[in-house]
């Protein structure tokens, strides 16, 4: 596609329930972050992939936390049983991967945990 | 550990009024500063990046500049499709390759 594409764009979810999160690259960036924006915060990192590998997971808050990559595409971040402070926006980037890469990003999916 | 400072948290300009952003930052080995744009409810729309101090970039009505210890952005009469809230990142040297942000300055420009 022409952008980062990320679904859903909004998830209300009840505390305790698990969520996916979907991010769909830009076609033939090899690189994908993902990185979550609270109220009042700044861009929090969270987990970086190279193709299907996952080198730099130092941002997942905890271990109810993971994402994978499949196909050096498309991406998934799980949220298990969820809590209120996991409300946020999270976005997702993609970069060509090159030395001096330039991170594109989506328009974010908007979590509400009751 | 790596920091990005923004000021001013929220800044009101009268349309055609110039003005600076500033980013401050501590990095351990700086491989790139990044400005991006962001308005509501969409995601960050890249700007500029910056590799080196000195070096300076331009688009429209903006321009980012570079030292070692800070960044700015200056905005040459603004009109009020301005309007958004200006982040800045670092790329911290070594193996990472997040990007660590800055809280970002909202910054209104009123007709």
């Known amino acids: 596609g022409a952008g980062v594409s990320q679904s859903p764009s909004n998830k209300v979810t009840e505390k305790g329930k698990d969520v996916e999160l979907r991010c769909d690259p830009i076609?033939?960036?090899?690189?994908l972050y993902w990185y979550r924006q609270s109220l009042g915060q700044g861009l929090e990192f969270l987990i970086y992939?190279?193709?299907?590998?996952?080198?730099?997971k130092s941002g997942l808050p905890s271990d109810r936390f993971s994402a994978e990559r499949t196909g050096g595409s498309v991406s998934t971040l799980t949220i298990q049983r969820t809590q209120q402070e996991d409300s946020a926006v999270y976005l997702c980037?993609?970069?060509?991967?090159?030395?001096?890469?330039?991170?594109?990003f989506g328009a974010g999916t908007r979590l509400s945990v009751l | 550990e790596d920091q990005v400072t923004q000021s001013p948290e929220a800044l009101r300009l009268q349309e055609g009024e110039s003005s600076s952003l500033n980013c401050s930052y501590t990095?351990?080995?700086?491989?790139?500063l990044f400005w991006y744009r962001q308005d509501p409810g969409k995601g960050p729309e890249f700007l500029f990046t910056?590799?080196?101090a000195g070096e300076e970039k331009e688009k429209e009505r903006l321009k980012a500049t570079l030292t070692k210890k800070e960044s700015f952005l200056h905005i040459t009469a603004p009109k009020p499709e301005d309007s958004a809230t200006y982040l800045c990142?670092?790329?911290?040297?070594?193996?990472?390759?997040?990007?660590?942000f800055g809280k970002g300055t909202h910054l209104i420009i009123q007709p």
């Open positions: 980037a993609s970069s060509l991967g090159s030395a001096k890469n330039i991170q594109y």
């Open positions: 076609s033939g960036h090899t690189a």
């Open positions: 910056l590799y080196s």
């Open positions: 992939f190279q193709g299907n590998s996952a080198p730099d």
């Open positions: 990095v351990s080995g700086l491989r790139g």
């Open positions: 990142a670092v790329r911290p040297g070594g193996g990472a390759d997040g990007l660590t």
